[in-house]
């Protein structure tokens, strides 16, 4: 019997045989090489991480459309508040001129609810990473809950 290699044979089995393994071989090594590939791409994401998260933060923080937002919310926000305590005057002399009207006690309840929110908005936005940076700075960087404009209660006489 000649020893030939598996590839010059002419029996069918032999060179299954002789193929299988080195095919199965490969097939192995594909997956190893790929897998690695993966967790190495995957390592330099997770190392890359904080610089790539503070960039794209920057990148937001700074975009035209978050510093127009910003600024014209504070305003907004702002104007609103003070308009909220203004009309707590006319609520609490609607209250008074209608005692136990329940009608008047709930406005009066919802508009000092509505200014608080607003002045807490205010506040936590302020603080935002995306937008305090962008507060006009004619405005107050926090609200002050014992200034009378935004005490969110009625003047008093």
């Given amino acids: 019997m000649t020893r030939q290699p598996w590839y010059d044979s002419d029996n069918p089995s032999r060179v299954a045989r002789g193929a299988s393994w080195r095919v199965g071989l490969w097939i192995i090594g594909i997956v190893i090489f790929f897998g690695l590939l993966t967790a190495g791409i995957w390592a330099i994401k997770v190392a890359t991480s904080d610089v790539r ?3 794209d933060q920057a990148q937001k923080v700074n975009a035209a459309n978050n510093r127009i937002f910003a600024q ?4 907004t926000l702002y104007n609103n508040l003070l308009a909220y305590d203004q009309q707590l005057d006319q609520a609490a002399a609607d209250k008074a001129e ?3 009207d329940t009608f008047f006690a709930t406005n009066y309840s919802g508009l000092v609810k509505t200014c608080i929110d607003a002045r807490n908005q205010y506040n936590g936005d302020a603080n935002k990473v995306t937008q305090s940076k962008w507060r ?3 405005l107050p960087f926090q609200i002050d809950n014992l ?3 935004t005490d969110c209660k009625e003047t008093e006489k």
């Avoid at 014209?72 to 305003?75: Q, V």
Wanted: avoid cysteine; charged fraction near 25%; glycine fraction near 18%.
């Fill in 72 to 75: 014209e919310h504070f305003f």
């Fill in 147 to 149: 200034d009378p404009k």
């Fill in 53 to 55: 998260g503070a960039g």
């Fill in 136 to 138: 006009d700075p004619s």
């Fill in 98 to 100: 209608h005692p136990g």
